[in-house]
Every structure is written in C-alpha cells, then in structure tokens.
C-alpha cells in the first residue's frame, strides 16, 4: 500500500508543552480540540483530535532549551537513511531512529543553521487524518539564518525539489516540493526583525483570522504579529500561553502555490 504521505511532506506536528494540561485548555478553546492519551506505554504523550480526527501530538517539553515548542514531522521511507544524510548534510542528530508503539519510526534532528525538525518513517499510523480545513493544520514554513544551505541540505536530506516565487516587496520565498507538488516553504530571516533562532513554524487554517486571534488572545496567547495580509491570505503569529509560537491564516482561495 503507498504511503499517505510523499517523502519530503509534512506529515505530523505535535507539541512539546511546559503544561500540558494548559495546552489542552488553550486549543481547545481556540480550535475546539479534544485530546486523548495514548495508554501507559506512550507515557504522558496525547492525541489532539479535531471532530474526531487526529491532528497534532501533544508531549512533555523536552529539555533541549526549547521550552514550549512545535515540532515539524517530515515523511521518509527509510528514517536510517535520513539520519545518514542529515549527518553528511552538516545536521545534528538529537534522537537516532526509534520504533514508536508499532506506529512507526521517529528521529529528531536540526539542521546545519540550527532548525529543529523531525522524521516519520510510517507503520501502522502515516500521519495527519485532517489538514487544510478550519482548525487543523495548513502549511509549514522555515525561517532560516541561510536560506541558500537550507535549500541544499534538505534537498539532499528528503530529495525534495526547490523552486523560487516572487512575493511581495520583492521578497524571494522558496517552495519545496514532494512529487512536483509544493508542500512546505521557506524564506530568510530579515536582520530588521531582530535576533531570531532558525526555525520551523506551524499555521493553521481559520475561518476568520481576526476573530481568531481576538480569542487566542483572550484566552492568554501573546501576540507576535497582529493580522496582516499576505498573498497567501490573512495571518497572524501567536505564542501560546506555555511560550509555544505558531501561526494563524484564513487562506486566499485564489492563491495558488
């Protein structure tokens, strides 16, 4: 059976939380997430679950300096042969591959400017059983110290293709595709934003992100960014109430990747 996901694609995301129990609190109440454990084998790792569909993880943050953070899950055949080329490729192994629960196989890694990501070689569970609606997530975009090295090293890492657009502003930004189809993004830190850590960040899809941000905030987000129009639509950036930061959009129908 082919895999849901192509290698290369985003295909989880979970968070690392100082308070779990807050998180659950938080996106329950700014995306109507359910969360559920998963036995006493995961430990306290939980499912959040959207009308009944998985879509993210929801973990103890680990004590790797993040704090409270998200973490970008990209799909590989073989999660072995990823760590080898991460290690070639100037990256950084933080957890080799391991077997999760019958799952699948994990590994943790950051790439040579510092990003953290991870990798999911699928067995039993491939992914994402909701993306691209209200609530669940859209899009994943690095921001990087050294955009040219980024486009290598992942290129070598998953095998994904590069291609540049133009964006506002004269802004360059880079899609990388799976399969000819672009699945993530990825565009250069600009010095007049201040100090920022290479990373990789999470939207998800809105309704209205207005109405939106209004409640994350009401339910005790920081704003990073107030909403503000982009080609790709409406966004806004956030940071949860554990210090997590994700991002918010209600997407442009017309935009196309």
Known sequence: MAAKYEQGTPSWVDLGSTDLDGSVAFY???????????????????????????????????????????????????????????????????????DVMGQGRMAVFTDPEGAFFSAWQPLEFDGFELADEPGSVTWTELMTSDLDAAKVFYREVFGVGMRDVSMAAGVTYTLLEAEGRAVAGAMPIDAAWGPMPSHWSVYFAVDDCDAAYAQALALGAIMVMPPEDSPAGRFAILKDPQGATFSIIKSDPDFSR
């Open 28 to 98: 329950g109440g700014l995306f109507g997430w359910t969360d559920e454990g998963m036995g006493p084998d995961a430990g306290d790792y939980r499912l959040f679950r959207k009308d009944g569909r998985q879509v993210a993880g929801l973990g103890p943050a680990t004590d790797v300096g993040r704090g409270s953070s998200w973490t970008t899950y990209f799909a590989t055949r073989d999660a072995d042969d990823t760590m080898a080329k991460v290690a070639e490729h100037g990256g950084t192994v933080l957890v080799p591959p391991m």
